[in-house]
């Protein structure tokens, strides 16, 4: 998560406990798969998740999930068109 308000990030933490089967870091790292960002800044957390090949998604990715109680397709809210260099697959 990068540009996130603190009630923002316990959301995001808490559907991820609630779906379950993945980790939680504040830095990129090798595990890492997805960056959720609320805002369109080049922070060093999506420069590193792009370098990595990682999705870069909205905030509203999470909410549906929150909504629906399961995992969608990340590519609706992929924010290819603020980071172009983020793969778009």
């Known amino acids: 998560m990068t540009i996130m308000s603190s009630e923002k990030q316990n959301t995001v933490i808490q559907v991820m406990n609630k779906l379950g089967d993945l980790l939680f870091s504040n830095e990129v790292c090798e595990k890492t798969s997805h960056v959720v960002t609320e805002s369109p800044y080049h ?22 999930f929150l909504e629906l109680g399961h995992w969608i397709s990340e590519e609706p809210y992929e924010l290819s068109s603020s980071f172009p260099a983020a793969p778009y697959i």
């Not at 060093?44 to 990715?61: P, Q």
Request: charged residues 15%.
């Open 43 to 64: 922070t060093l957390n999506v420069i590193l998740g792009i370098a990595r090949g990682c999705w870069i998604d909205s905030y509203e990715w999470v909410l549906w």
